[in-house]
């Protein structure tokens, strides 16, 4: 039998085709915007808007979405030490663990830079105190390198291994003397390690023990540190 085309079916039709144009177009237009979501994140962190990145997060934005960089948006604020923005993005749920290209997590790099708030953050929220950066570290060992007192004492009691050993063959009471000024810094630091159970006699591949190096750089307070401690030479 043959179909009948009435008016009433051709009107119909069209209408019925100009609905789900307009769905199509609707839906790639909600798909843009959600492509684009995470570059407003993105973009409202590295400005310091905080009432952006609650009206995004708000949004649904996929809060651990990544860069070029293979970074999250919380990365980035960690980059640039925006507290604000970092407690909202974790609270949100941010993943504090997330490593970019080069093996950096929110985590890791707020203990190597001592941004100690931020680090307070990601210990609270499930980082993983086990977790290494690229050259085989954990965050304990660049804050002992590059003075950060406070932070060495936050991860200390947090759990981080101390005698942790990384690809270069040294801890971070290693990194303190060989990478350290000898200052009042890095003597804190000294003491942190050692008071936190470090092992004052552990060699780097080499063979050569902590107390050497400290001798043969001068020194002398971390010298006494270590011999109180009973390190050998």
């Known amino acids: 039998m043959p179909i009948r085309l009435t008016r009433r079916s051709f009107l119909f039709g069209g209408i019925a085709a100009a609905v789900a144009t307009r769905l199509m177009v609707s839906g790639v237009m909600t798909a843009s915007a ?8 993105f973009a409202a962190v590295e400005r310091g808007d905080e009432t952006a990145v609650a009206n995004l997060l708000a949004k649904g934005v996929d809060v651990d979405a990544r860069n070029a960089d ?11 030490n925006r507290v604000g923005a970092a407690r909202q993005l974790i609270l949100a749920g941010a ?12 985590y890791l790099y707020a203990g190597a830079r001592g ?12 980082a ?3 977790s290494t950066n690229r050259y085989g570290g954990t965050a304990l060992i660049p804050a002992a390198e ?12 947090a759990g981080v291994a101390v005698d942790h050993v990384n690809n270069l063959g040294w801890t971070a009471l290693l990194e303190a003397i060989l990478l350290g000024d000898g200052g009042e810094r890095h003597i804190a ?11 004052p006699s552990l060699p780097d591949r080499d063979g050569v ?8 750089r001068g020194f002398l307070p971390i010298v006494a540190l270590l011999t109180k401690a009973g390190a050998r030479e």
């Open 189 to 199: 630091i000294v003491k942190l390690l050692l008071d936190g159970g470090a092992n």
């Open 70 to 80: 293979g970074a999250t948006a919380l990365l980035v604020a960690t980059h640039q």
């Open 146 to 157: 590059r003075g950060h007192v406070e932070t060495v004492r936050t991860l200390i009691e």
């Open 209 to 216: 023990t902590p107390l050497r190096h400290a001798r043969q």
């Open 128 to 130: 993983d105190l086990k």
């Open 95 to 106: 993943d504090v663990n997330a490593k970019d290209r080069i093996q950096d997590s929110p």
């Open 115 to 126: 941004h100690l708030e931020i680090l307070k953050l990601t210990l609270a929220h499930g």
């Open 34 to 41: 959600q492509t684009a979501a995470p570059d407003a994140l």
